[in-house]
């Protein structure tokens, strides 16, 4: 089904006419919340939203679009299973209803992912492989992960197996490369646990290299099977260069990239500044940005595996000061102590990538109130088809002598010491987007609990006395528990 819609000026491409997909699954897919607007309404939407949210700083310009808001996703996840006659199917797990939403394409995934998904759909039953039932455990083939790296066209394949015994391997790796030359590489990945996880950790390269390259900002990125790289790297590379404009770097700065994941947004103000320091709590992420510096001849960044906060508070109390701060916390955003330590140790500029505008603004509030004034702000559409918007802001430090001390109460961020890392809205999608799970503030809090992370009472107790809570099932703890690890609550 399609529409057609004039695209407007605003969104910084030319006059054109489009016809609109509209996905036939929508309602029963949690991936697409805004399939209901013709995309300038989309935009128009997520503009008022920041402006809501942030335009007491000032105006702000209209949101950049995409010229073609649609198979951007370089990242697809296909479920399979089997309906009553035997027949093999795939498309969307649905945890609520235990079933797969069945559909041959998705609008904003890659379109390799649909064709591969069909070819093995075929191929399963010739080669005698049964899918994977989750309600008796019996079957073999669970699921599929296709990866695009969009710029240099490399193309990755992950079959998920329920079992470390692979019938006809070889074999079928050979008719699917048959049917899709195009493939980079193939990967078997063991998902032994009765839980709708994607991945296991027992990994073999049945072709290829067993991992993909891609560019972004004309520097290199390898990327595995487990590799956090961003889903739409065409407006991320809008979205850095924005960020990297705003930072007004002549190449002297020292620049401190915050939450810098596996180096991208600092490696790409490499080339502009003096020198860069990335910080990030997980160590494996600091293992690929240093990795990713050598393989690229990045010699001026250097990768620290700490929290950012403890980190630039230990910078200031030094003496040590930076120029630029580069800042994309996760969506709960920045908790107590970092802000704390970023007016301790007061950079001259600060550039706030968010993905999520209401926690900026709270964020932004402080920062303000501490020295600083927003001076520029800019929306991009990552997302289309979805209620997310990011923001990139310019900070800049006022021209003031004096230190100035700004308290920070658990009142203005309304985050605990514990809840800061994520909030439960944030795990919750977590979990639902990577294993089609739903989960309750509830478990998520049992979870966090068995944890050591002290939860506030009203998440643990009972209404009454007398009333039990349900426990939370082990697929679900198995899920909030990566999720946990993920927004690094816990090791």
């Known amino acids: 089904m399609k529409r057609t819609y004039i695209r407007p000026a605003e969104t910084h491409q030319s006059q054109l006419t489009e016809e609109q997909e509209i996905c036939p699954i929508y309602k029963k897919c949690s991936g697409c919340q805004m399939q209901n607007l013709p995309y300038p309404d989309q935009l128009r939407w997520k503009q008022s939203q920041v402006k809501k949210l942030l335009g007491r700083y000032g105006s702000i310009p209209f949101i950049i679009g995409m010229a073609h808001p649609y198979h951007y996703r370089n990242k697809v996840q296909v479920a399979f299973g089997r309906t009553r006659a035997g027949k093999t199917v795939t498309g969307i797990w649905q945890s609520k209803e235990q079933r797969i939403a069945i559909t041959d394409s998705c609008m904003i995934e890659d379109r390799a992912g649909a064709e591969i998904a069909a070819t093995l759909r075929r191929l399963l039953p010739a080669f005698k492989l049964a899918v994977w039932d989750p309600r008796t455990g019996q079957g073999f083939f669970r699921h599929l992960l296709v990866r695009r790296a969009v710029k240099t066209g490399q193309l990755m394949v992950v079959l998920v197996g329920a079992t470390p015994v692979f019938p006809q391997k070889a074999a079928l790796t050979k008719a699917l490369l048959k049917a899709h030359p195009d493939i980079t590489t193939v990967v078997f990945v063991v998902n032994d646990q009765p839980t709708n996880l994607l991945l296991g950790q027992r990994e073999e390269v049945l072709y290829g290299p067993g991992y993909i390259e891609d560019q972004l900002c004309e520097l290199t990125f390898r990327i595995s099977p487990r590799s956090f790289y961003q889903v739409n790297p065409t407006q991320t590379e809008i979205l850095y260069q924005k960020a990297i404009q705003f930072a007004g770097l002549t190449g002297t700065e020292t620049v401190i990239d915050a939450y810098c994941g596996i180096g991208t947004i600092g490696m790409c103000a490499a080339a502009h500044a003096g020198q860069v320091i990335g910080v990030e709590s997980n160590p494996a992420a600091v293992r690929d940005a240093r990795e990713n510096a050598r393989r690229n001849g990045v010699k001026n960044i250097q990768f620290t595996a700490a929290d950012a906060g403890r980190y630039l508070t230990e910078m200031a109390e030094s003496g040590l000061k930076a120029d630029v701060l580069l800042m994309d916390p996760p969506r709960a955003g920045s908790d107590r102590r970092f802000l704390s330590a970023v007016l301790k140790m007061q950079p001259g500029r600060i550039v706030y990538i968010s993905c999520n505008p209401e926690t900026q603004a709270r964020d932004l509030a402080v920062l303000v109130r501490g020295g600083y004034q927003v001076k520029k702000i800019q929306p991009v559409d990552m997302f289309p088809w979805t209620h997310h918007v990011e923001t990139v802001c310019l900070l800049s430090k006022l021209n003031t002598k004096q230190h100035i001390e700004v308290e920070l109460n658990l009142d203005e961020l309304d985050l605990t010491s514990a809840e800061s890392k994520a909030t439960y809205e944030e795990i919750k999608e977590y979990v639902l987007e990577h294993t089609g799970l739903k989960v309750s503030h509830l478990y998520i809090a049992q979870v966090k609990q068995k944890y050591g992370i002290i939860e506030r009472e009203n ?33």
């Open 459 to 491: 998440y643990n107790k009972p209404k009454s006395e007398n009333s039990r809570q349900p426990k939370c099932p082990p697929e679900k703890e198995a899920a909030i528990t990566e999720a946990l690890k993920y927004f690094g609550m816990i090791p």
